[in-house]
Structures are given as C-alpha cells and as structure tokens.
C-alpha cells in the first residue's frame, strides 16, 4: 500500500472508532451529542496539520482554512464531507478490516455469519482487482459513508500543507452534522463560510457525479367527512377512510417510487392515519425536471377535484411544502465548480457519469444558498448497511482530482 492509502485507511480506522449515529428522531441540532465529541477531536486534529481558523460552531459544524500558496487571483474553494452515519443499521464498535491487494472473487466479510461480498451484492467489486479494499466485520456498517470523505479531505491538506510550492487559492474545509437525518446543512452558516463554490465528497463508486437532484415537496392531505349511524348512513354518510383509499389507489401506478429509476420522478403516499370523522395521508413528490414537477402536483389536485365531484359531502383539502429544489439549474448558471471537475477528472483518467441524485444532497440546499456544490464520489458501495465497502485506490483517486482541481484553479 502506498504512502497516501496508508494515510487515508488510518485516519478512516481512526474516525470509525466514535460512533457519531445520528438520530431522525432527535429535536435538537446536532441530532447525536457524540457528533459534538467528534467535531472536536476534528478540530484538534485539523490545528495539529497546520489548518488555520479551526472553529466548532454551536451546532457542531467544523470549518477551517488552508490558505492560498500564490499571490495569483484564485476562487476560494470549499470542500465538505458529513460525520455523522446512518442510524438504519449498527454504527456501534466498527471493526474495519483491511483485505490488501483484493484477488478477485468472493470476499468473505464474516466467515460465522456466512457473509460475502460478491458480483449479486457489490457489483463493483469486481473492477477492484488489486485494490486494497476496506469492509467491516459482519456486525455493523462500515462508515466509509462519509468517513471516508473526511479521511480523504484531511489527507489532501496535511499534503497541501507539507507541499507549499504546490501553488493554489484559498481551501475550505467543513465537516457537518446531521446529513443522514436531512436536518444538518440548513444551519450552516453559508455566508461566513465565504467560499466561491464547493465540493461534497459524499458519493458512492468512482466516477459517480451528481450534478443534480430531485426537486421536493412533502404534502398533507386532509380529508373532513361525515359520520352517522352506519344503518342510517344512506345518502348522508361520507366515509374519509374509504375516501382516502381511492384517492390513493387512483394515482397512476407508474408513477410511484416502487415503480419508476433513473431521471422519472413519483408521488409516494407514506403515512395515513384517520376515521370516519377526518383522515390525513401524508406524501412527498420528487422529480428532477421542475416542469414536469409541476405537473405531477397539478394531477394531484385534478384527482382531487374528481373526488371532490365523486363525494360532495366531504372537505377534502391538500397542502404542499416545499423541501429542495434540484440544484442542476444553479450549476449551469455559475459552471466554474462543474468545469474545474471535469476537467480534473479527464487528467486523472477518470471516466465518469453525470448522474442526477434520486433525493436530496447537502450540496444542493448550499447551492440554493448560494453555494454551488456538486457531489463527488468517495469511493464505496452499499452504504448504510453491513456490506458497505470501500477501496483505497479509489480513494486515493478522489483526492488526485481534488489536487488537480485546486492547482487548476489559479491556473
Ligand atoms: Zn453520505
């Protein structure tokens, strides 16, 4: 294993070890105390390399600067990764395991337990012969999601830092709170972070790029019936229970997430609770086209007033709030941080996919906030899960285009 893989694999053993599982059910920001713990040993960590303005602000973000190397006109550029992980699976005692130099084939995670990574579970395994490859033992995730990311990111700068005659512009850096949960990045403080554009270092294989996201709503429907006696019910009677039902059963079946990939959008009911006084379902909308958005929250409504005319007796109503917009549209208008990507990726012999993210990332409530930042793999697979695994070379990778970005910048 080379120099950088042996840096970022300990760093990532380092960071796994605290377990920072953040909460959806949490009311307060950050989520997790644990994630606090872990804003500060990053902090310590970030001052011991030599990064400057190290801060923890009061919600646990972590920010600070490596500065400019030249005197030339350089954009400030931010790079950020998450530390919390997911609370759907095990976050708890991680025990990564190292597999050097992968030699292709079935790799057993946990011998006990029968598991193994293979072409059905990991099919990018398979184009990772020789890697140096990283899984958890069997009984948690691994956390490479997006530990991996912040490994990644700290092995840049302390090489940043070392290399002064390495010539570029301002970098932040930032470790967040509460990405998993959703809740986090709208407590960053945009503004005082002052980056020109960023980056996330928070995507799964090598080459995956979002460079865009679904636009989202969530959406309440509140139906008010009218209850009597079920034997005198006839004529009178308007049943919010069955109301409901055949609103539900009579969106399109095409056009649900059980049912749809890639760039089609669709309406998920998730939550219906009620009687025969009133019901209420709740719902979100995602697709990454606004126009047909727009349409999809149209039909909505056109299949209510259908109901409505089917039972007049009934208050049916619907409200929807908007949760984040697809940020595709803010990285066309301001393409710096696209074109320096892309243009590291072709030096770095990197083939790569544009892709559109079926849900939201932290980068694009940023990029609505005025900071352009696409999302950059940081090379693993099967995240939030015990399979989860990464590989060094990739990583090593992630932060080659990283450094070319940087040095092109000023160039
Ligand atoms: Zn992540």
């Keep these: 294993m080379n ?5 970022i694999y300990n760093r990532l053993v380092h960071y796994v070890a605290f377990d920072t599982t953040s909460d959806p059910a949490g009311t307060v920001t950050p989520t997790t105390d644990s994630q606090i713990s872990f804003a500060h040993q990053m902090a310590a960590e970030m001052k011991k390399i030599g990064i400057q303005e190290v801060e923890v ?12 190397t030249t005197d030339q006109k350089a954009p400030v550029i931010g790079l950020f990764a998450h530390m919390d992980t997911v609370s759907d699976y095990n976050g708890h005692n991680i025990r990564p395991v ?10 057993v995670i946990n011998q006990e337990k029968n598991m193994v990574l293979s072409e059905q579970n990991a099919p990018r395994l398979a ?7 990283v899984t958890a033992d069997g009984n948690t995730l691994l956390g490479a999601d997006d530990k991996l990311g912040i490994a990644i ?4 700068a302390e090489h940043l830092l070392k290399h002064p005659e390495i010539a570029h512009g301002p970098i932040k850096v930032a470790f967040t709170i509460d990405e998993e949960t959703g809740t986090g990045i709208t407590f960053f403080d945009v503004q005082k972070f002052a980056a020109d554009f960023a980056y996330t270092i928070d995507g799964a294989n090598l080459g995956d790029i979002d460079h865009g996201n679904f636009n989202a709503d969530s959406f309440v429907l509140r139906i008010v019936g009218k209850a009597c006696h079920p034997g005198s019910a006839k004529g009178f009677m308007a049943n919010p229970v069955r109301i409901a039902a055949d609103i539900i059963s009579s969106w399109p079946e095409d056009k649900l997430p059980e049912t749809t990939d ?6 998920l009911f998730k939550d219906i609770t009620g009687g025969l006084e009133k019901a209420e379902v709740q719902g979100i909308v995602r697709e990454h086209d606004l126009t047909k958005f727009a349409k999809f929250k149209q039909d909505l409504l056109k299949l209510l007033d259908e109901k409505r005319a089917k039972y007049p007796a009934a208050k049916i109503e619907l409200e929807f709030k908007e949760q984040y917009r697809n940020m595709r549209d803010i990285l066309k208008a301001r393409p710096q941080a696209m074109q320096l990507l892309e243009k590291a990726l072709k030096e770095n012999k990197i083939s790569y996919h544009l892709t559109q993210a079926r849900g939201g990332t932290d980068g694009s409530q940023m ?4 900071l352009p930042t696409p999302n950059i793999f940081a090379g693993y697979e099967n995240p939030h899960g015990p ?12 932060l080659h285009v990283l450094e070319s970005i940087v040095q092109d910048a000023v160039k």
């Design 3 to 7: 120099d950088l893989q042996q840096k």
């Design 57 to 68: 602000d009061e919600y646990g973000f972590v920010t600070g600067l490596i500065p400019a």
């Design 98 to 107: 190292l597999h050097e130099n992968y030699a292709g084939g079935p790799l």
């Design 127 to 133: 184009q990772c012969v020789g890697d140096n490859i």
């Design 153 to 156: 990111i700290m092995t840049l």
């Design 262 to 267: 890639k760039e089609d959008g669709f309406i």
């Design 367 to 370: 990029s609505f906030k005025g």
């Design 387 to 398: 399979y989860e695994w990464c590989s060094l070379n990739w990583a090593e990778k992630v």
